[in-house]
């Protein structure tokens, strides 16, 4: 390595996953802006190895040693991973390749939730060292503050919507729809306010009901339940098809 930096053009890297606690190799891919703790907790349903027990080596794609990657804070595109490098992890818990195969072989263990607290080297304290996930409050503020805004926002573009309004439905990806509201409120089967929109065109999932419930009539495959932010209320008049004229 000669210091030097190199622009990745690609922000994910496809890797080999080999383990001492499997003799098989699995090709994933991986976001470069995660960092090797992060890394180690999404490798832990690949190999079965608690990430407070995994050590990292990273070899090239002929298989060569490179270096070791044991920075827990550091990135994972900050170490020279390519597309298919081999990472290997490394268990220092002790579990062998099919060594706990046959179940009936396992001893059972049970602990108190307050006694797990109390270890130090569990994947808890590992996360909460780290302040990784639900440990980590500042993110966890940021995206409560985040939710409640968006919450507030759907509840005050419900409050400017009333039924037998004539509507639009715009969402990122699809179509347009025009069609005319038919209920405002919450529902059963989702969190928050919704607006049930009977479209122009059989354009909808449902006949106005959702499991067993009803919340307005329209035909089938007429009816949706959009957020309120998806729905704009307006002079959408229906559209002409021409049939007056067969």
């Known amino acids: 390595m000669d210091g030097s930096v190199t622009v990745l053009s690609s922000p994910t890297v496809s890797v080999r996953l080999t383990s001492t606690a499997s003799s098989f190799e699995t090709n994933r891919r991986f976001n470069r802006g995660i960092t090797i703790a992060e890394f180690k907790c999404?490798?832990?349903?690949?190999?079965?190895?608690?990430?407070?027990?995994?050590?990292?080596?990273?070899?090239?794609?002929?298989?060569?040693?490179?270096?070791?990657?044991?920075?827990?804070?550091?990135?994972?595109?900050?170490?020279?991973?390519?597309?298919?490098c081999r990472i290997h992890v490394t268990d220092r818990s002790g579990t062998q390749s099919s060594e706990f195969t046959d179940l009936s072989k396992v001893d059972k263990f049970e602990i108190s939730d307050e006694a797990y607290e109390k270890?130090?080297?569990?994947?808890?304290?590992?996360?909460?060292?780290?302040?990784?996930?639900?440990?980590?409050?500042?993110?966890?503020a940021k995206q409560e503050e985040a939710l409640a805004k968006k919450e507030e926002e759907e509840k005050m573009a419900a409050g400017s919507i009333a039924v037998g309004n004539r509507c639009k439905?715009?969402?990122?990806?699809?179509?347009?729809?025009?069609?005319?509201?038919?209920?405002?409120?919450?529902?059963?089967?989702?969190?928050?306010?919704?607006?049930?929109?009977?479209?122009?065109?059989?354009?909808?999932k449902n006949d106005g009901s959702v499991n067993g419930k009803r919340y307005f009539e329209c035909e089938p495959k007429y009816g949706a339940f959009m957020k309120p932010l998806s729905v704009i209320v307006g002079d959408f008049p229906e559209e002409d098809y021409g049939l007056d004229e067969m």
């Open 119 to 140: 270890r130090g080297d569990s994947i808890r304290t590992f996360k909460k060292n780290l302040k990784l996930g639900r440990f980590n409050e500042e993110n966890r």
């Open 42 to 84: 999404k490798l832990e349903m690949i190999v079965g190895t608690t990430a407070a027990y995994i050590d990292l080596e990273l070899f090239s794609t002929s298989d060569k040693f490179l270096q070791k990657l044991d920075n827990n804070e550091a990135l994972l595109g900050s170490y020279p991973v390519d597309d298919e």
């Open 169 to 204: 439905v715009e969402v990122v990806g699809q179509p347009s729809k025009i069609g005319t509201v038919m209920f405002v409120g919450t529902v059963d089967f989702k969190p928050g306010y919704r607006v049930g929109v009977k479209y122009d065109e059989p354009l909808g």
